[in-house]
């Protein structure tokens, strides 16, 4: 069985850091992309980042770009999210997916990611 649980979120003060993780199993982490996504109340998913399967490209959405940072850990079959310098409008719940193919346009919310679990709430104090 497929399984993707992302963990780490919490309650922090604008300019705080969360590292957020993602462990998957059922399935050959190697061989596939992972994203991560977000969604605030009454708006839509939003695509923020995504890691390729051999851990070497990445891309960011411009909304967390200089801020996120997001890596692999094959042997642990996870990957985690850094996110430094957090503000107010970060607040939402996120996500991590497999997705079919890690590209810069992180449209994969839409159409192109076949798995994901229970997100983990992340809430930014002003």
């Known amino acids: 069985e497929v399984q993707l649980q992302a963990s780490g979120g919490g309650l922090v003060q604008a300019g705080g850091s969360l590292r957020l993780s993602c462990a998957a199993s059922?399935?050959?982490?190697?061989?596939?992309?992972i994203g991560w996504f977000r969604q605030a109340p009454g708006k839509e998913r939003e695509g923020i980042s995504c890691i390729s399967n051999s851990g070497g490209t990445t891309y960011y959405a411009d909304s967390v770009k200089g801020r996120f940072t997001s890596s692999s850990d094959n042997a642990k079959n996870t990957v985690y999210l850094q996110m430094n310098n957090l503000k107010p409008e970060d607040t939402a719940v996120y996500y991590c997916?497999?997705?079919?193919?890690?590209?810069?346009?992180?449209?994969?919310?839409?159409?192109?990611?076949?798995?994901w679990g229970e997100g983990t709430q992340v809430t930014v104090s002003s």
């Open positions: 059922g399935f050959i982490f190697h061989d596939y992309d």
């Open positions: 997916a497999r997705i079919l193919v890690c590209i810069e346009r992180l449209d994969f919310p839409t159409f192109g990611m076949d798995y």
